[in-house]
């Protein structure tokens, strides 16, 4: 597995699904000039999956989640100011949640992109601050993890609230299946 993500892994884990070696890759992740948000995460996941080592027989899945605002892409916060600030700009707004998954066997690669509409509400200076200070914002997309204490934010959403923590099952199934790794395997 290319994902250093204990909620990937969480999640895996729901299909039976227990990785050998956790091997996340080093890649740039910065966004090329003018990229938009499903492009941009489409492409980090594949180059995710293509840069780890692995056997011709080995699968690989790695995944990439985005929150993006309109055109704009809200990444992993590089400090509590920046998630503050993508916080604010999400709040009282609809948003979109990106997460793409490939799976690889040896030259073989199989790609599915999840998108998600996620409905955060106002937030008072009360939950901000107190968000941005339980330290929940770091490492997630946008700066805020729907399964942790930011779902108290989250009213409404359309699509796959799995996809939305960064790893959409019925997607990831089907591509681990026609990799030939079989899901929900009791050894």
Known sequence: MGSASPRRRELLAVLGVVPDAVLPPDINEDPRRGEIP????????AEKAAAVVADPDDVVICADTTVALGRRILGKPRDAGEAAAFLVALAGRRHRVIT?????????????TSESAVRMK????????????????QGKAGGYGIQGPAGAFI?????????????????????????????????
């Open 155 to 187: 009213p409404w959403i359309e699509g796959s609230y799995t996809g939305i923590m960064g790893l959409p099952l019925a997607e990831t199934a089907v591509l681990l299946t026609a990799a030939g790794w079989p899901v929900w395997r009791v050894e």
């Open 100 to 112: 793409a998954v490939v799976v690889r066997r040896g030259a073989q690669v199989w790609a599915r």
């Open 38 to 45: 499903r492009s941009y995460c489409e492409r980090i996941a």
């Open 122 to 137: 106002r937030l008072s200076d009360v939950e901000l601050n107190t968000y941005l200070a339980s330290g929940d914002w």
